[in-house]
């Protein structure tokens, strides 16, 4: 078996993404897991997570580290959120931002079998309710299907620490599904320009279609 290390707690496993399981022999989407030693990696389908989609697109910085703490927003059923939970490992935490009740209760079974994703279960604009929880994260990862996704970035960049970084996957469609996609991505870069400088942007393509994966840094 070859394995190289992309970042710390990113591999690739024979060609493939993955990361290293804190949770042994859970499957959290499907996904295929191997053994090498008392190691178990987890394969990470850049169809169905943006993180490994941008990792695998070249992705220069990724801040999120064994150890560090991730405000997630937008966690959905946990895909992407169980990969940075291997990520930040056993000394990391990871927050889990999400406001649909069904997508809570199967994000829930996960977290339960990872005592370092603690779930949220409230809008993302209502951070004065978890910011308490929180405190200040080392880096933000936010994934969230909504119109006003910059106004949400900038009401949670209170909760990340001055230099520290955003991983923020723009849907266009969401916020105006007429505009030309590249003035809905201008736009929002722009509108968050007061508090992050844009550090990376990432087309997805061809694992999705949708979005434009950005990494921003905390003025
Ligand atoms: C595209 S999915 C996230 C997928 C996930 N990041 C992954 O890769 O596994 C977007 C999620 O954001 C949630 N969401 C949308 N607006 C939200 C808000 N204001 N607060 C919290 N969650 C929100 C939706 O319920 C949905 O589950």
Known sequence: MEINKLFPGVFRVDGRLATASIARGAKVYGEDLTDQGEVQYRMWNPYRSKLAAAIIKGLRTLSIRPGSSVLYLGASTGTTCSHVSDIVG???LVYCVEMAERSMRDLLKVCEKRGNMLPIHKDARDVDSYA???GIADAIYQDLSARD?????LLNARLLKKG????????SQSIDVA?????????FLSNVSTMFCVEERID???????????VLKKR
């Open 204 to 214: 997805l393509m061809p694992y999705d279609k949708l979005h434009l994966f950005v």
């Open 149 to 153: 996704q910059d106004s949400i970035l």
């Open 132 to 134: 308490g929880d929180v």
């Open 164 to 171: 520290g970084y955003a991983y923020v996957a723009i849907k």
């Open 179 to 187: 505009a030309d996609p590249d003035k809905v991505y201008g736009r």
């Open 90 to 92: 056993e000394k990391g």
